[in-house]
């Protein structure tokens, strides 16, 4: 069973910075392009940043471009979110996806897999 576990979220002033990780197993992990996505209270999910397979090729939503950086290791089976400058506007649930497919893909039903989240809380 394919298994998406995110870690390293936390909380955090505003101006700072997190990384977060999402480890996958039990998945052909360099055959998919990967996603973050967010969630915050009273809001629906939403696009952060998606990475080809290979990891030459990245796309962020314009709310986080400039400040935070996917980046990724099929070595090691994981893909990661660098976020700095980080805004009270950032708290949310952070979540992993896979997509099989190829292209710019921001809908959250393009993806197959999904991780459980972890929780980003920023304060002013």
């Known amino acids: 069973q394919v298994r998406l576990v995110e870690s390293g979220g936390g909380s955090v002033q505003a101006g700072g910075s997190l990384r977060l990780s999402c480890a996958a197993s039990?998945?052909?992990?360099?055959?998919?392009?990967m996603g973050w996505f967010r969630q915050a209270p009273g809001k629906e999910r939403e696009f952060i940043a998606r990475?080809?397979?290979?990891?030459?090729?990245?796309h962020y939503a314009d709310s986080v471009k400039g400040r935070f950086t996917i980046s990724r290791d099929n070595a090691k089976n994981t893909v990661y979110l660098q976020m700095n400058k980080l805004k009270p506007e950032d708290t949310a649930v952070y979540y992993c996806?896979?997509?099989?497919?190829?292209?710019?893909?921001?809908?959250?039903?393009?993806?197959?897999?999904w991780g459980q989240g972890t929780q980003v809380t920023v304060s002013s």
């Open positions: 996806a896979a997509d099989g497919w190829v292209g710019v893909r921001i809908t959250l039903t393009d993806y197959d897999y």
């Open positions: 039990k998945l052909a992990f360099s055959s998919y392009a």
């Open positions: 990475i080809n397979r290979s990891g030459s090729s990245t």
